[in-house]
């Protein structure tokens, strides 16, 4: 773990050293450091917070000209890196993140207020063991998905550019493994941009519409779930969805569509309460059950990537312990015109059902 951690810091420091040269190129480079605190959102997890969390950051931001970014008044893409302390170094330790994000002004002024969001996997070095670890009920893994809101603002300042901003950090691994309760950090936060205050970017003067066209789509993505602490089984989960995506201005397209699921857990019984030589109890898998519904939902495209999210009922399902609503939220990347890669993660209210990793394809499109 030691080597491993040490690893992540020099790869961080690496990153630092060669985005500095990037600024005199169509990119920028930002540095950041912030001050928070763990939320615990659950009475289980009061015991967990002990200090403020310190967050670093390096993110390059790419200012390059895309014809999407027009419709966006100055919109960028950007890559990051970040290194939180959790506030609790015994029981949960550090978190390092890499992240995809993009900032969506809010204005069309030059270094206007913006809004960001992103996400990337993560490693958190603690995670819950039952006997090294048990007082950590927030996380059961190493790996696990990052996501993140941030509202910034920032001001020249000669030749440089300094930020102020606030964010909203969570920690999940979608219950691939328990416990998953997750961690909500919000924090303050400190930027610098080396040579930042230049003419790299500029205001769009008039935004145009410039969208993906409407189309019929098919999604199919898969995963794994555990169910409790003391039930460690691994259970496969799947989605079919069909959707029919519709025009919109600005590269929001809406959506509608049906989803049709596989979830090996809801048909999982006890068969034993504990096995004690294997230490877990043992379950069997009886009538896998399908779970069906339709879903509403909306799409934010930056080229061929692509921002969604989606809210549906289910028609049919036996698992009665969950809600009838179900969320899905994800990313997707289009290799072609008809291919892409999907990463999406599906929750019943604030649950986490299960992290999907799937492939897309573009069926038909209208012009």
Do not use: C
Not at 22 to 37: D, L, T
């Amino acid at each position: 773990m030691y080597i491993f951690t040490t690893m992540l810091k020099a790869l961080l420091g690496l990153l630092f050293v060669v985005t500095l040269g990037m600024n005199a190129q169509a990119q920028w480079a930002e540095f950041k450091v912030g001050r928070g605190f763990l939320i615990p959102h659950r009475t289980d997890m009061v015991h967990l917070p002990k200090s403020a969390n310190t967050k670093l950051s390096f993110t390059v931001w790419d200012l390059k000209e895309r014809n999407w970014k027009k419709s966006f008044h100055g919109a960028k893409i950007g890559y990051e890196a970040h290194f939180i302390d959790l506030g609790n170094k015994e029981l949960l330790g550090t978190a390092w993140s890499f992240n995809y994000k993009v900032s969506l002004p809010l204005s069309r002024r030059k270094y206007p207020l913006t809004f960001i969001l992103g996400g990337g996997p993560a490693w958190l070095t603690n995670k819950y063991h039952v006997e090294k670890n048990p007082k950590n009920l927030a996380i059961g893994s190493h790996i696990n998905a990052s996501l993140f809101l941030q509202i910034q603002k920032s001001f020249a300042v000669g030749p440089h550019l300094v930020s102020l901003g606030i964010d909203l950090n969570h920690y999940s691994n979608a219950a691939t493994s328990k416990p998953n309760l997750g961690l909500n950090i919000p924090s303050f936060n400190l930027g610098f941009v080396l040579n930042g205050n230049t003419d790299k970017i500029t205001p769009t003067e008039k935004s145009v519409n410039a969208h993906h066209p409407a189309s019929w789509a098919i999604t199919v993505d898969g995963g794994i779930k555990e169910l409790s602490i003391l039930d460690q089984n691994k259970y496969l989960v799947g989605n079919i969805e069909l959707r029919r995506n519709f025009k919109s201005a600005r590269n929001i397209n809406w959506e509608l569509g049906v989803l049709t699921g596989y979830n090996q857990s809801i048909g999982a019984y006890i068969e034993n309460d504990f096995d004690l030589e294997s230490g877990r109890v043992k379950r069997q898998v009886k009538n896998p059950n399908i779970q069906f519904g339709p879903f509403l939902g909306g799409r934010l495209n930056f080229g061929k990537t692509s921002l969604f999210f989606h809210t549906g009922i289910y028609a049919y399902s036996k698992q009665r312990e969950i809600k009838a609503m179900f969320h899905r939220t994800g990313i997707q990347h289009m290799i072609n015109d008809k291919i892409g890669l999907t990463i999406l993660m599906k929750t019943h209210e604030a649950k986490a059902e299960h992290l999907g990793i799937g492939l897309t394809l573009n069926l038909a499109s209208t012009k």
